[in-house]
């Protein structure tokens, strides 16, 4: 009785709160594999695990097998095999793992050796460009790691106006432009975070000269930034954020995007999107983000879903 009066008096909101750390249903999976641009699995798995509960009993999702002895993996044993499972399941058969710092980077680059569905890039996030005690070492770490066959991509770099003061702009600008330098001297994409930075971010890009493949990350812009990246020639990466309700200027942007410069990403475990805004994010739910983009720009779900593809070997190399 206590039981189901708790029930019967429980918020909406408080209901939500309930179910915020827990990974959503995974939704139906796509007929084209597509690829998630840009995930942080080691953040996915520290901070809320893998998916595999949730996931396990939906159509088409099977838990992960050892290739050592063929018997199944549960997170414990090895997360990052789970999670990669978890998302084919649904069609992501491609991720690539993002850095955020010289140990996340080193990590990411290890993980892409390992697992052939994984890539990686490495960077130092705008904002802890400003809070290093020696900028330049990490740097010149972030640069070895960058000459890996299995590194793919040089970020996320860029600038952050959200959180860093007028006292951290030079240095994520000294740092910005340093990356630009190593992706081009290796060949590899650059990524972007941008946030509040539009003007500032294509200022350093003109200055400094683009690699070839610019990516940017969680694209936050509206049209008219989008068309003036696109004329740049370079790839806008939409994040679950393009399904929130107040997210008219992105679905703008996406609408000026061609099809062969479109990429899409989770940023897990962060932006989850609609209908799980709010609970932890990981590849799997992608499929959530392609039938939205599909749905908004009146494009072909499964032609949508190979144009991403191409794009992201393009961008990225084969996998």
Request: with cysteine; glycine share 8%.
């Amino acid at each position: 009785m206590l039981a189901a009066m708790s029930e019967q008096t429980e918020t909406r909101k408080e209901r939500a709160a309930r179910r915020a750390g827990e990974f959503p249903p995974a939704p139906e999976p796509l007929a084209v594999p597509v690829l998630d641009s840009h995930t942080h699995l080691d953040i996915t798995v520290s901070e809320y695990g893998v998916p595999l509960r949730s996931a396990r009993s939906e159509p088409g999702l099977r838990a992960p097998q050892s290739r050592a002895n063929g018997g199944s993996v549960g997170p414990a044993d090895d997360p990052v095999a789970a999670a990669v499972a978890v998302a084919a399941g649904v069609g992501v058969d491609r991720l690539v793992q993002v850095g955020v710092d010289v140990e996340s980077s080193r990590w990411g680059a290890d993980v892409a050796e390992r697992y052939g569905a994984v890539l990686a890039t490495v960077a130092l996030h705008p904002n802890e460009a400003p809070r290093l005690a020696d900028l330049d070492e990490a740097l010149r770490e972030i640069e070895a790691l960058a000459g890996r066959d299995r590194v793919r991509g040089v970020g996320e770099t860029g600038m952050d106006f959200f959180r860093t003061g007028d006292e951290g702009r030079a240095a994520q600008e000294a740092s910005f432009r340093a990356h630009i330098a190593i992706a081009k001297r290796h060949g590899k994409a650059l990524v972007i975070h941008d946030r509040d930075a539009h003007a500032d971010v294509l200022r350093i890009l003109d200055d400094e000269g683009a690699p070839d493949t610019v990516v940017l990350h969680c694209f936050s812009g509206d049209a008219d930034f989008a068309r003036e990246c696109v004329r740049r020639g370079y790839l806008l990466s939409f994040a679950g954020t393009v399904t929130f309700g107040s997210a008219t200027a992105l679905r703008e942007a996406a609408a000026v995007t061609p099809p062969g410069q479109l990429l899409v990403e989770t940023d897990a475990p962060y932006l989850t999107p609609m209908p799980h805004r709010g609970r932890p994010n990981a590849s799997y739910l992608i499929p959530l983000t392609v039938r939205f983009l599909a749905e908004t720009t009146g494009a072909d779900l499964d032609e949508l879903c190979a144009a991403i593809s191409a794009t992201g070997e393009r961008a990225f190399g084969p996998w």
